[in-house]
């Protein structure tokens, strides 16, 4: 029951670097996100899709790209890091409209931007 | 646009105390309201949920009602255990306005003590 995972679990980077969060899901779920978590403030939305080849802008969508080219992976890329990037990052999927429905969560990926 | 507020934590608790934690929330629409609860290391998983008005939801000895007139959405315990000691989250999602979004509060932490 692998559920939500998400790679890397840790990352450092220096200001201006390139990286992709993988989050990948086998509940043959349509609809997933990403946030990030940062003290007190909760979670904020990034972006997400409601289905495979789709994506929409989140809360605080600026210097992030994410692809949905399989429905399994949702995938979000940080072009140039900055160290406002900084944050816990957290991947979500849902079988349903989250409305009733449930959001699934993986265990979050720790990104350090120096 | 929608919000929700928490009370503010860290909320420290002797094992076996009654356990509130307010959350109110402002919507457009008619959401459906959550309580996540996150254990530490750990991604974020649903508590429970109501989706109408008057609505309770109830699991693991916690419980919330859904109270429109007043925008609220308390969580209570009646006999916490070091166990419950992990993040809450209130979080809401709206039918009118953002229909496959979850927007979170900022969460409370809580401390339950032997």
């Known amino acids: 029951n692998a559920g939500v995972t998400q790679t890397p679990k840790f990352r450092v980077l220096k200001t201006g670097q390139s990286m992709t969060l993988l989050c990948a899901q086998d509940?043959?779920?349509?609809?997933m996100y990403w946030y990030r978590q940062d003290p007190g403030m909760g979670l904020r939305l990034i972006h997400y899709?409601?289905?495979?080849?789709?994506?929409a802008k989140g809360e605080v969508p600026d210097g992030y790209n994410v692809s949905r080219l399989k429905k399994q992976n949702f995938l979000l890329g940080l072009e140039s890091a900055a160290p406002s990037q900084t944050s816990v990052y957290f991947c979500?999927?849902?079988?349903?409209?989250?409305?009733?429905?449930?959001?699934?969560f993986g265990e979050g990926s720790r990104l350090t931007v120096l | 646009g929608d919000s929700v507020t928490q009370m503010e934590g860290p909320v420290t608790l002797s094992e076996e105390a009654f356990l509130t934690i307010n959350c109110t929330y402002t919507?457009?629409?008619?959401?459906?309201l959550f309580w996540y609860v996150q254990y530490p290391g750990e991604g974020l998983q649903l508590l429970l949920k109501?989706?109408?008005?008057?609505d309770k939801g109830s699991n693991k000895g916690f419980e919330a009602t859904y109270r429109k007139e007043t925008t609220s959405f308390h969580l209570e315990k009646g006999s916490v255990q070091v166990s419950d000691s992990a993040v809450y989250f209130c979080?809401?999602?709206?039918?009118?306005?953002?229909?496959?979004?979850?927007?979170f509060g900022p969460g409370t932490s809580l401390s339950v003590i032997p």
């Open positions: 509940m043959n779920h349509e609809y």
């Open positions: 109501a989706t109408k008005a008057d």
């Open positions: 919507a457009t629409g008619y959401p459906s």
């Open positions: 979080a809401l999602s709206d039918r009118g306005t953002s229909y496959d979004k979850v927007i």
């Open positions: 899709s409601v289905g495979e080849g789709t994506t």
């Open positions: 979500a999927s849902a079988l349903t409209r989250v409305n009733t429905g449930e959001l699934f």
